[in-house]
Structures are given as C-alpha cells and as structure tokens.
T-cell receptor, first 111, second 114 residues
Framework: RKEVEQDPGPFNVPEGATVAFNCTYSNSASQSFFWYRQDCRKEPKLLMSVYSSGNEDGRFTAQLNRASQYISLLIRDSKLSDSATYLCVVSRMDSSYKLIFGSGTRLLVRP | GAVVSQHPSRVICKSGTSVKIECRSLDFQATTMFWYRQFPKQSLMLMATSNEGSKATYEQGVEKDKFLINHASLTLSTLTVTSAHPEDSSFYIC??????????FGEGSRLTVL
C-alpha cells in the first residue's frame, strides 16, 4: 500500500465549477501536510499547508481529518489556470523536511 | 525568480555514460538537500537526503553506488548517475531546506538515456 494515496483523475470540470480532491495517508505518525501543484514537466510548487483546524486561501480550502487520516482540497470557482496536477504531500515523523508525495490528481478546467 | 537552480535542465546521453546534475541554492545556505525522481504519471520518489559535509542517506531500494551524491558546500549538491541505462531516464528534482525551515524545489532535470 502506498504511503499517500490519491485518485489520479483526471477531473474534467467547466470553468466556475467547484471541485474537491481527497487524499489518504497510511502513517498515523505523519506530522505535516501540504498540497502542492505541479504543472506538466515542471517542479512542484507549494499551494498550501494543511492544518487540523482547516484553512482557506482565496478559492482554495484544505481540510485535515487525523482520525480518518484523510486530507482534502476544495477549489471553488475553477479557472482555466487551475489546470494542473495536485499533489498531496505528508512529512514523515523522522524528519520534518522529508516529504512523501502522492501520485497526484490531475485537474482539467475547460472553457 | 528561482532560489534553487538545477543544471542541466535537460540532458541526453548514451547508455553506459555518467551524468552529473547540480543543485544550487542561490541566496541561502541549504542545511539539507533532497533528491527526488519522478517517472511519467507517477509521484516524486525520494531518493536520498544530503547533508553538507556528510554522507548522503539513501532511501530503501536506491543504489548508492549508482546514484552518487556529493554535498560539498552549503549551496551545492550534485547527483551523478553512473553508467546510466535507459531505465534511468526520468525527471530528477532536488529540493533544499533553508535554516528557516522553508523548502524550495529546483526546476528539475530531465534525463534521457539512449
């Protein structure tokens, strides 16, 4: 079983739609959680950290459920520029800087 | 602009040759650098953790004699793929951690072995 699992998609949505991605992690000792965005053939870029209380950044809302070991990302009012692969990332207990990446969920926003 | 620079961004080599990829932190000292590999449509897989002045720590299944990592200074780490084979063709990405704890990724290096 992968340490971080995501639905690979693709999610194909119209502009303006709301879309949600889910992610589960297997290591209950994981400490930190993030969503990264990766454009085709580019390096990943941090989208947002995920906190237990849930957090929002503009059109993006992230949630963490430690009991279920589940992380989500909600994107409201999708833009064409949101088309990318969204990577769920957790850090291991043994090093706060060692990141474990999910395989990503691909989002396609159409006009 | 990029704060972590990788070079080269693309490299094509013949099977059996060695390829060196550099990862530089441009305006900060990196206490730790990480090397990842990403095959098409797959996640980034951590290969090794590199600390300045000490030997790299490799993840399970990664051959340390094949993937040589040198972290000679606080701003430079190198990954050398020795005796490269077509199955080594991949996207190699480094990341660097600043003293503040911030993490920055390089732009990645695409290796194609013919």
């Amino acid at each position: 079983r992968k340490e971080v699992e995501q639905d690979p998609g693709p999610f194909n949505v119209p502009e303006g739609a709301t879309v949600a991605f889910n992610c589960t992690y297997s290591n209950s000792a994981s400490q930190s959680f993030f969503w990264y965005r990766q454009d085709c053939r580019k390096e990943p870029k941090l989208l947002m950290s995920v906190y237990s209380s849930g957090n929002e950044d503009g059109r993006f809302t992230a949630q963490l459920n430690r009991a279920s070991q589940y992380i989500s990302l909600l994107i409201r009012d999708s833009k064409l520029s949101d088309s990318a692969t969204y990577l769920c990332v957790v850090s291991r207990m043994d090093s706060s800087y060692k990141l474990i990446f999910g395989s990503g969920t691909r989002l396609l926003v159409r006009p | 602009g990029a704060v972590v620079s990788q070079h080269p961004s693309r490299v094509i080599c013949k099977s059996g040759t060695s390829v060196k990829i550099e990862c530089r932190s441009l305006d900060f000292q990196a206490t730790t650098m990480f090397w990842y590999r990403q095959f098409p449509k797959q996640s980034l897989m951590l290969m090794a953790t590199s600390n300045e002045g000490s030997k790299a720590t490799y993840e399970q299944g990664v051959e340390k004699d094949k993937f040589l990592i040198n972290h000679a200074s606080l701003t430079l780490s190198t990954l050398t793929v020795t005796s490269a084979h077509p199955e080594d063709s991949s996207f190699y990405i480094c990341s660097a951690t600043a003293r503040t704890g911030e993490l920055f990724f390089g732009e990645g290096s695409r290796l194609t072995v013919l």
